[in-house]
């Protein structure tokens, strides 16, 4: 029964991205945290799912371009780790040194959830000219299954092969430095992630924003939340002073030459 659940989250979290979208399921830590409650550990799924949202902070896929699966990587990397021994450090750890491979090598399946729709389209190009609007639906429905197959099957058999024993096979199989190592990765690849994402943004221009966050946590203690908080009402600030053009306003007229009374 848990191994249905996650392949039905599993499931959810990307219609999420590929329908409207309602609760951000395609984001790690939002499918980290259901993977949580779904095993009955919440910490370790919003601990793993944080984590890896952190690292995918400045990833995006663009048009056809291929990048890790990280929510179905947080859903998986909870699922065996809940099911593994230590304290919640040590479950982390787990649950990250499975994740992280997940998500990597769940990008190459992503491609054939990307080209079998292609069948689904041609079809559906056969519905329109034939005029019949419920094949066209169908189709247009049912070409959603080769994107959820890519994620599903491996979630189901990943959580159907997560055994307590399984696990725990598998934690005292893996070497000690490694789960070190994981551990610092964990810590390292939220700043790449943040450097990523200031990468794209425009921090030459807005420089003293960083300064005003680096003050705000580093000497008067306020807490994340309090920061992103701060920056909101920012935001707001800036659209609310920013000068706005009328909507169909003429321009301003131009002056006219001193010499011939002509426009400039």
């Known amino acids: 029964m848990t ?47 944080a984590t890896l949202e952190l690292t995918a902070l400045g990833v995006y896929t663009y048009g056809g ?93 990943a959580a159907l092969a997560g055994s307590t024993t399984t696990v725990q096979n598998l934690q005292n199989a893996i070497p000690k430095e490694f789960v070190l190592g994981m551990t610092l990765v964990g810590a390292i690849l939220p700043a790449v992630g943040f450097a990523m994402l200031l990468k794209i943004m425009p921090v030459g221009r807005y420089w003293y924003m960083l300064l005003i966050g680096f003050v705000l946590f580093a000497y008067l203690k306020v807490p994340l939340l309090g920061i992103a908080l701060f920056g909101l009402a920012i935001a707001f600030l800036f659209e609310t002073l920013r000068p706005r053009t009328a909507v169909g306003s003429a321009p301003p007229p131009t002056p006219a030459s001193p010499v011939s009374g002509e426009a400039v």
């Open 3 to 49: 191994a249905i659940l996650l392949t039905i989250w599993a499931i959810i979290c990307i219609f999420d991205i590929l329908g409207p979208t309602v609760i951000m399921g395609f984001r790690p830590l939002i499918a980290g945290t259901g993977a949580g409650l779904i095993v009955g550990d919440l910490n370790l799924g919003m601990a793993v799912g």
């Open 65 to 157: 371009a291929t990048i890790p699966d990280y929510q179905t990587g947080a859903i998986i990397g909870t699922a065996l780790a809940a099911a593994g021994a230590g304290d919640l450090a040590a479950k982390t750890a787990t649950g990250l040194a499975i994740g992280l491979p997940a998500a990597v090598l769940l990008a190459s399946l992503d491609p054939i959830g990307r080209f079998l729709p292609t069948f689904w389209i041609h079809r559906a190009d056969g519905y329109a000219a034939e005029g019949n609007s419920g094949g066209l639906s169908l189709m247009h429905w049912t070409a959603f299954i080769p994107w959820a197959a890519v994620r599903a099957i491996p979630t189901f058999l």
